[in-house]
């Protein structure tokens, strides 16, 4: 899996495909879609304009299983198999690298991961894996006696650390994969609806640690967050609407945290996630009994 991916979150389908075909083309061979983004049939013919070879890229997306609180029927066995169908028919692909249950937030999430193992015995998909999930929701999986999930995709940066889970992964060889690795910047989610606003008053400390060792390293700001998630061990997902931020943000590889800002950037873990603040829900929260 690639170690950086160029994430698909809050961008309007024709703006998926232009901005999906700019990541190919600064570098990127890591793409990250899912269902709920709305927008697989721009990414898709990103993809394809971008005239990469598709042994080259590495294409995950997700499944979104449903949520009752929200009105949307929880997937069963049957659904999670012709979704991953569909999605590919609009992301123009024959198989995802790995397929993943978007949250935890469905009484059949058992029955899902199921199915996933099932799409991925008939290639529809070559890994599969989880998302949101936090060590009891994972180890429910395990007492099941199904098949390990290859990667938990979670929210990670240095606001929200995730040590036990981190190390959680790293015991059970479960690959970490960051998403929002932006999120303590004052330009995350500045867009009309997109919910940045939301708990930013709790970031002017890292802020200010984060201006200034990136100040000191020549780096950016953005730079240095995804540099601080890859020296953790995680893959890094990052998203921008804008070329000259897409071209910025594949720009991890040629400098090096040290030890002593790495620690400084540490501290500042509060175990807070913000992503999914502007929707009142923490999905690694959320416990639907398991049907
Ligand atoms: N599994 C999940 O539940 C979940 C949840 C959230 C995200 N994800 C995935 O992870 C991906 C990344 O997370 P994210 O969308 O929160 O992205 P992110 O890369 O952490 O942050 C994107 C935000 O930061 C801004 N930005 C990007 N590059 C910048 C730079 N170099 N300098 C300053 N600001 C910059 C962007 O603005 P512009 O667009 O205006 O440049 C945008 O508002 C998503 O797209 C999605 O694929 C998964």
């Given at each position: ?157 240095p ?50 640690v984060t201006?200034e060792i ?43 945290i040290p030890d002593d800002d790495m620690a400084r950037l540490n501290r500042l ?23």
């Open positions: 899996m690639p170690l950086v991916g160029f994430g698909t979150y809050q961008l309007p389908i024709d703006q998926a495909e232009c901005c999906v075909r700019e990541a190919l083309k600064a570098g990127f061979r890591h793409i990250d879609s899912a269902e709920g983004y709305n927008n697989e049939e721009g990414t898709g013919r990103g993809i394809q304009a971008a005239g990469v070879s598709r042994n080259d890229i590495f294409v995950t997306t997700k499944l979104f299983p449903g949520y009752t609180q929200w009105g949307a029927p929880e997937k069963t066995y049957e659904q999670t198999v012709q979704t991953l169908k569909r999605q590919l028919t609009q992301l123009r692909l024959d198989y995802v690298d790995l397929y993943l249950i978007h949250a935890p937030l469905s009484e059949l999430r058992l029955e899902q991961w199921s199915a996933l193992v099932a799409l991925k015995k008939s290639g529809l998909t070559r890994h599969i894996g989880v998302s949101n999930y936090n060590e009891e929701r994972i180890q429910e999986i395990l007492d099941a006696g199904l098949e390990k999930p290859e990667a938990d995709q979670v929210e990670f940066h606001m929200c650390a995730r040590i036990n889970l981190t190390r959680y992964m790293k015991e059970h060889a479960i690959a970490p994969i960051a998403y929002s690795s932006l999120a303590p910047l004052s330009t995350w989610r500045t867009g009309e609806g997109q919910g940045g606003e939301v708990l930013a008053g709790m970031k002017e400390e890292c802020q200010l201006k990136a100040t000191k390293l020549k780096v950016s700001e953005a730079a240095l967050l995804l540099r601080w998630g890859l020296q953790h061990g995680y893959c890094v997902l990052t998203k921008s609407s804008k070329p000259e931020r897409i071209r910025e943000n594949i720009n991890v590889f040629d400098f090096e873990n509060r175990d807070q996630a913000f992503a999914w603040a502007a929707s009142g829900l923490d999905p690694m929260q959320v416990d639907p009994s398991p049907k």
